[in-house]
């Protein structure tokens, strides 16, 4: 293996939305035997770079699930932008049908309500960790603000008519099944949007050429090496496209066991490190 591409929330992070000592040690290992290093996130890049920063790592971050890739010094290699009216016509289900959502855009990230926001964490938090406590709850929200730098506005018409802004991303929340189906019977069809998610509970829409797994082949290329010698590694269906892409597709032990099922190796949790765990498995044998 010459290339490692980490996902990071459920995968490099804990749950605590840290980077443990042992999953950066094995980062740096993997650097020091002259593997390459790549992230690969759905978070946009400022958010993808704080938890590196706070363990001294500089790394190479493909972000907002393929949007953009950077170097390690946040030189923009890669940009692919949504289709506006496809953007908009997702923003106007979302509205009609009472969703939760957040544009990703190139100026930010925005959304319509301040209190809606914080209903949709508590219920993350508490969907995700039911015996989570009430002051652990609040904890886990103010995380959330500032991990990723949330703009509210009162609509998006004068977003949409901002030829200077690009539009990445927009992630939908519902804690209906049935409602999240909708959403994706209405779009899955559509050529200009490629539709994933990152839990249970949302879904990802992006440009169909803005997946892990594209942009993960291209950085790729950029260095000169061949997908079958990258190991990927992930626990979500926003991952799928580059752990079946990658020689060495890595599920994490708390990834679902349709993406298990799809990956030729499976790591332990990432409560448990499973990330160092993956990587020093794949240095032993090299």
């Known amino acids: 293996m010459k290339l490692i ?6 995968t490099l992070l804990n749950d605590k939305g840290n980077i443990s000592i042992e999953n950066a040690q094995a980062i ?10 790549v992230v690969a996130t759905g978070r946009t890049y400022d958010a993808a770079n704080k938890p590196l920063q706070e363990v001294g790592l500089s790394l190479p971050i493909i972000s907002l699930n393929g949007a953009n890739t950077y170097t390690e010094d946040k030189k923009l290699l890669r940009d692919i932008p949504m289709d506006r009216s496809t953007c908009k016509e997702i923003q106007f289900f979302c509205q009609k049908e009472n969703m939760y959502f957040e544009l990703f855009t190139s100026k930010g990230i925005f959304s319509l309500s301040r209190d809606d926001f914080k209903t949709v964490i508590m219920d993350i938090m508490i969907t995700a960790h039911p015996d989570i406590s009430k002051e652990e709850l609040e904890i886990a929200v103010d995380q959330r603000f500032q991990d990723e730098d949330v ?8 977003l949409f008519k901002d030829e200077t802004i690009q539009l990445y991303k927009l992630l939908a929340f519902s804690l209906d099944e049935e409602l999240l189906q909708k959403a994706r ?9 490629k539709i994933t998610s990152s839990g249970s509970i949302n879904l990802e829409f992006n440009d169909p050429q803005a997946q892990k797994g594209i942009a993960l082949s291209l950085f790729a290329e950029t260095l000169q090496i ?5 190991m990927a590694l992930g626990d979500n269906y926003n991952d799928l496209s580059m752990l079946t892409m990658a020689g060495r597709g890595v599920a994490m032990g ?14 332990k949790r990432n409560s448990e490190n499973g990330v160092a765990h993956a990587i020093e498995e794949m240095l032993a044998e090299l």
Do not use: P
């Open 226 to 230: 061949d997908m079958k010698d990258v």
């Open 254 to 267: 708390n990834a679902d066991e349709v993406i298990k099922e799809q990956c030729t190796h499976t790591t």
């Open 151 to 158: 703009q509210f506005i009162k609509d998006y018409d004068e």
């Open 185 to 193: 019977l209405q779009f899955e069809a559509d050529s200009n949007v």
């Open 5 to 10: 591409a980490t996902d990071l929330d459920g």
């Open 28 to 37: 740096r290992k993997a650097l020091k035997q002259g593997v390459q290093v």
